[in-house]
């Protein structure tokens, strides 16, 4: 705020109007400074100094400045959610190891992905990896996870297990940046794999059977994937088992996305005899 001070000869001072209240036995000081009301009104006396302030108003931005900053900000997140679809495509319509490729070759690329991933997420009815969430944390303590397709790791820092975090990029320290069909993990030494958003890609055999390789005997596939994606079920759950699960149960009434448990009852290896298998982008 701007002071001003004033002596009882006020009305000579050529900075502004002084207008005395008569509303009020004790006379109050308001002043009209280029059409602004300035308010501040310590009681009025003769022979004293009165102390007045000046309110500072914000500066007005003007309607065409409003408008180009709305229109450049419409154009970025336009552009944004573009690369976001064309990243996305990618990684649907190619095997893991060419998906990774991209996120080699232009380090900004993880970063749109998820970005947009994140704004997808706040228009779902339901973030499917809270429900995983709500399941893994009514497991016995000892159980170790792997996370394939992490993101930024949010299940292991919502969980009492030991999570292995894995992705394409680490988005951070606690996440091992890897092919899902080629995890560093060691055989047989997991409880439990969950696939959460992240069955991309053209080799899901791939996908599963490292996590056959990776899993212990009866251990458990979790896996939740947009309605959408499946033009068949049974089909999926079928090439599923071949590569060396069985369906335990599943949930088709979640609205917008499936969800899925397998137990591991055979160990697979890395059998090149089975088909491909994906579901739609």
Request: aromatic letters at 10%; one cysteine or more.
């Amino acid at each position: 705020s701007v002071d001003f001070n004033f002596k009882k000869d006020v009305p000579k001072v050529k900075k502004g109007k002084i207008i005395k209240d008569k509303r009020k036995k004790n006379r109050k000081l308001l002043l009209k400074n280029h059409g602004e009301d300035v308010v501040a009104v310590p009681e009025y006396e003769p022979g004293r100094f009165v102390r007045i302030h000046k309110i500072e108003e914000p500066k007005k931005v003007s309607g065409k400045q409003t408008t180009t900053v709305g229109l450049r900000e419409k154009l970025i997140g336009s552009l944004k959610g573009s690369r976001f679809r064309f990243i996305n495509e990618q990684l649907y319509t190619n095997e893991g190891k060419n998906a990774l490729k991209i996120f080699d070759e232009d380090a900004t690329a993880f970063k749109v992905y998820h970005e947009g991933y994140r704004q997808q997420v706040t228009q779902w009815p339901l973030n499917p990896l809270d429900v995983i969430i709500k399941s893994i944390r009514k497991m016995p303590k000892e159980y170790i996870i792997g996370d394939f397709g992490c993101g930024d790791a949010k299940l292991a820092q919502s969980v009492p297990h030991k999570v292995y975090s894995l992705d394409l990029v680490a988005a951070n320290a606690d996440v091992i940046a890897c092919d899902m069909a080629d995890t560093p993990l060691k055989k047989n030494s997991l409880n439990v794999v969950v696939y959460c958003l992240s069955l991309m890609g053209t080799n899901l055999k791939d996908f599963l059977l490292e996590a056959n390789r990776v899993l212990k005997m009866n251990g458990i596939v979790k896996i939740a994937e947009v309605q959408s994606r499946f033009s068949s079920v049974t089909d999926f759950v079928k090439s599923v088992e071949k590569c060396g699960f069985k369906l335990m149960d599943k949930d088709l009434r979640k609205n917008y996305f499936f969800f899925m448990n397998f137990k591991k009852v055979a160990n697979t290896g890395k059998s090149n005899k089975l088909e491909d298998f994906s579901l739609k982008p």
